[in-house]
Each structure stands twice: as structure tokens, then as C-alpha cells.
């Protein structure tokens, strides 16, 4: 079974980042909060460096 990101929104701080970084896996929803809407919008590498290793509130996690 394949890695998945997923964000935990009731930490997450609406920073933008992940939006930034990886915009074809992660967007804002109607909260204001992150979530992962494609997983296969960037290489497990690049959200790995690009959200996961960079949230300021470490919300982004794999799930399996």
C-alpha cells in the first residue's frame, strides 16, 4: 500500500506552506486549513522536503 499524506487540520496553522511548496498535492479548504487533495501530485521525496519537513506545527504525516 502506497504512502499518503495527510494533514492533521485541528493543528494546523493555515501557514501556506505545503499550499506553496507542493500546490499540486496540497490546497486550502472552505476553513482555511490544508489538506491533501492529490497524493500523486508530487514525488513522495518532494512532499517529504517540501511539506512534511517544513510545517512549523509538524501536522503533515504518512499515513499507509
Not at 495527510?6 to 507542493?22: F, H, P, T, Y
Not at 506545527?57 to 499507509?64: D, K, P
Request: aromatic share 8%; hydrophobic share 35%.
Amino acid at each position: 500500500m502506497a504512502k499518503v499524506p495527510w494533514v492533521n487540520q485541528e493543528e494546523c496553522i493555515s501557514c501556506g506552506l505545503c499550499v506553496s511548496d507542493c500546490p499540486g498535492v496540497f490546497r486550502f479548504n472552505d476553513e482555511g486549513k490544508a489538506e491533501c487533495y492529490d497524493p500523486n501530485g508530487a514525488t513522495e521525496e518532494e512532499i517529504q522536503q517540501g511539506a512534511i519537513d517544513v510545517c512549523p506545527v509538524s501536522c503533515i504525516h504518512w499515513m499507509e
